[in-house]
Each structure stands twice: as C-alpha cells, then as structure tokens.
C-alpha cells in the first residue's frame, strides 16, 4: 500500500468517528515514500518524519546535491540552493559530488563529498534544525588521493570521530570532527573485492568502465555502543568487524590482528545495524534487503522488483528502514554509452520489527 494512500484511510475513518487500533504492519512490508526523476544517492530520514537524501553523481546533472524530501513526489535543495553547484558554479563554498549521508546524536546532518570534480575529497556537517554549516573538513590528499571514492560514513558524535570507506583504493579512515585528523588503514584483505563474487543485476553481469564490476569496501555500521566498527567489501560476501579504538590510536598491525569475520552477506552497497546488533544489507542481485541477526543467520526481509539497484539503507522512526533505490547500474558510467534509466527513482521502506536505531 503506498504511503500516501494509508494515511488517507486513517485520516478518513478519523473524520467518521471510527476508533481505529492500529497493528504494526507487518515485518517486511515495503512502501513508495517518493519517486523522483533524479537519482537519489544515499538516504537519512530522521525519527520525527524529515527524510534527507544526497544525489548520485552518476546521475544526469541536475544541478542538485542535496535535497529534503517534501512529499510523495516533491524535494527541495537543502539546505539552500546556493550550496548546490553546476558545471559553472563549483568551488570551495559549494557541494560538488557528495553521496554518503548519515545523521549523528548532536542533531547534525554529515555527507561526504567525494569531489570529483574539483579534485578534493571534504565532509561537510549541517545543524538538522536551522540547515546552518556547522563543520567543513577537507580531507589532505595524502590520505583521500585524487582518485579516491570515499563514500560511505558513519559518525559517533560521543567520542567525537567519524568513519568512512574508500571503495576505489580500499581504505578504512578515522577522521577526528574536533581538528579533521585523519587516520587510513589500507592493504587488508577484507577490504578488497573478493574472487568469484559478482554484481548480476536482472540476472546480467553488470560492467563499470567496459570490465565486469568489482568494487572494494563500501558499506559501514557501526554497533550500538560505538564501539566496534562492521564493514565489508560492495562485491563481497563476507562481514567484518573491528575496534574502533584500534583506528583512532592502534597501529595497522594492530588494526589488522583484531579484524573478525562475523558473518555472510550478500554483494550490496548499503548496511546498517539496529540496537539490538542485527545487521541489513541491500541486496543488489535480487533486488531484495537482506537481515543477518544477532545468532549469525543471513536471511531475506524483502524481495522486489521495485528494489532495482537499492543503494543505501538507514533507520527513521520506529521499525522503518528507508531506501534510496536509483537503478544504478542503468547510468552511462555502467553501460557505456546512453543513461538507461527509468524515472521515476524512489526512496521507500521497509519494517524490520526491530527497535530501529538511534544516532550517535
């Protein structure tokens, strides 16, 4: 049932008296809450209902990095049109291409910028409430080189530090809000893409730049408590863990003899933990998010077509798991030749029936 349409029906039996007791839908039920005729990259809903999104860079330019979700089919840039950025505005004070988008326990909205195409990877943190720049870090070239892809973040907003992936030259980094000191672990093999893992969107081998795509460590999530960092490879099957203490302040060796397999996943482009420690993948290769819970157990929650290259997955309120879903392998970055894609994009959610997730 689309969104929009179970809240007219509650809304209307409202209106004709009806004391209504309302169920938990149930566990992997998906709903539409926009489509879009621009690709959403990586989504952040927040519990009280504001759904943030950033834009693929792999898109079609639209002259739009960010944007807030207005409605079932409406957006906004947020959080003014004058940070966004096209081909005759870039610069310093503008986004240029950012995609991984999270939120932290200080009411912050963080999305990492890769800029490609100014050449210089940078965070940028915004006070959810106001839209006010509240931190710009620019991350040194020794640590996010010039043909990085540093995408996906999460934040502890307690210690203070935040944590990203590199997935073209696979790196986990530290970066400290306080100063911007950065810290990269590399050279791992659990950050490389694994032999005989593949991405089959639709059944097809999908190709990046005319060669079968192989991409290294993307998704990240941190535990309850902040204190354990999971990751893995986007074509992987493996899921990994490690303190994160051991990143702001433990040596490679260090860092490398306390990484821990601790389970299976499938090839996937997104993650996120809840607050009772299981883990959701998207699931690019049956259009699906997968659950691997707190025993191990990898299983399905959903399955569907809609799901056509779902991106990224984060918690909003209750058991809510909203969805940036943008046919991504359809781009001419993954055809090589003309953008294949089918408006309208969507983002949408599922229920878990677990207790979500809470910033930190």
């Known amino acids: 049932m689309q969104l929009t349409t179970f809240r007219n029906l509650i809304g209307a039996a409202l209106m004709a008296g009806a004391q209504l007791v309302i169920?938990?839908?149930?566990?992997?039920?998906?709903?539409t809450v926009a489509e879009l005729p621009i690709r959403p990259g990586n989504v952040s809903p927040t519990p009280n209902g504001?759904?943030?999104?950033?834009?693929?860079p792999l898109d079609v330019p639209s002259g739009l990095q960010l944007?807030?979700?207005?409605?079932?089919e409406s957006y906004r840039p947020w959080p003014s049109a004058e940070l966004q950025s096209d081909s005759t505005t870039r610069g310093e004070t503008r986004i240029d291409a950012p995609l991984g988008i999270t939120q932290d326990g200080k009411g912050r909205l963080w999305i990492t910028d890769m800029g490609l195409n100014i050449g210089k990877t940078r965070l940028w943190g915004f006070d959810i409430a106001t839209g006010k720049l509240v931190r710009k870090i620019d991350l040194p070239s020794a640590v996010a080189p010039k043909d990085s892809f540093i995408q996906d973040?999460?934040?502890?907003?307690?210690?203070?530090?935040?944590?990203?992936?590199?997935?073209?030259?696979?790196?986990?980094l530290a970066v400290r809000i306080e100063d911007g000191k950065v810290r990269r672990f590399q050279g791992h093999a659990s950050l490389q893409a694994e032999e005989g893992a593949e991405i089959r969107v639709g059944g097809k081998p999908t190709f990046f730049g005319g060669k079968p795509a192989k991409a290294g460590v993307n998704p990240l999530t941190l535990s309850p408590d902040g204190k354990t960092l999971y990751f893995g490879a986007m074509t992987g099957t493996h899921w990994y863990s490690v303190p994160t203490r051991?990143?702001?302040?433990?040596?490679?060796?260090?860092?490398?003899?306390?990484?821990?397999?601790?389970?299976?996943?499938?090839?996937?482009?997104?993650a996120t933990t809840d607050a009772a420690g299981n883990h959701f993948f998207t699931n690019l290769n049956e259009d699906g998010i997968d659950r691997l819970d707190t025993r191990g157990v990898l299983q399905p929650l959903v399955r569907d077509p809609l799901l056509n290259w779902a991106d990224?997955?984060?918690?909003?309120?209750?058991?809510?798991?909203?969805?940036?879903?943008?046919?991504?392998?359809?781009?001419?970055?993954?055809?090589?030749?003309?953008?294949?894609?089918?408006?309208p994009y969507r983002i949408m959610r599922v229920w878990t029936g677990t207790a979500g997730a809470v910033p930190r």
Do not use: C, M
């Open 312 to 343: 990224s997955v984060k918690f909003g309120d209750q058991s809510w798991l909203y969805i940036s879903v943008n046919q991504l392998h359809k781009t001419k970055a993954f055809t090589g030749g003309e953008d294949q894609g089918t408006p």
């Open 23 to 31: 169920s938990a839908p149930a566990v992997g039920t998906l709903e």
């Open 67 to 72: 944007i807030e979700i207005t409605g079932p």
């Open 153 to 172: 973040l999460v934040v502890d907003a307690g210690r203070g530090w935040i944590y990203l992936a590199d997935i073209n030259n696979p790196a986990l």
């Open 50 to 56: 504001r759904v943030f999104a950033t834009v693929h």
């Open 246 to 270: 051991l990143l702001r302040q433990g040596s490679d060796a260090e860092i490398a003899a306390a990484i821990r397999l601790i389970g299976r996943k499938p090839v996937s482009d997104g």
